[in-house]
Nanobody
């Protein structure tokens, strides 16, 4: 059974940091992208970053470059998203998901076929 479980969200002050985790089970990471997405109230879900654990390909949305870092631990089947210098506009539910390794637009939510339940990130003073 495919499962993706996010953790690590919370309430942080502007300028703070969080590390989100996505624990995967029920499939082999080698054949998939693992992506991180976020959805703020009233907005569409947007891709922020993804990683292909088999070859190390990494993509970031322009809006998060320099502040977000994605990494993977194949042995633990876990993908992390380090978020630094958090700002109020980063407030959203953050989801991880998997897409086939042949996806041509790996930051596009429609490419992904299995999703976690999400973890809330709230940035507020």
């Amino acid at each position: 059974q495919v499962q993706l479980v996010e953790s690590g969200g919370g309430l942080v002050q502007p300028g703070g940091s969080l590390r989100l985790s996505c624990a995967a089970s029920g499939f082999t990471l080698d054949y998939y992208y693992i992506g991180w997405f976020r959805q703020a109230p009233g907005k569409e879900r947007e891709g922020v970053s993804c990683i292909s654990p088999s070859d190390g390909n990494i993509y970031y949305a322009d809006s998060v470059k320099g502040r977000f870092t994605i990494s993977g631990d194949n042995a633990q089947k876990t993908v992390y998203l380090q978020i630094n210098n958090l700002q109020p506009e980063d407030t959203a539910i953050y989801y991880c998901a998997k897409a086939p390794i042949w996806s041509v637009r790996p930051l596009l939510p429609a490419e992904y076929d299995s999703w976690g339940q999400g973890t809330q990130v709230t940035v507020s003073s």
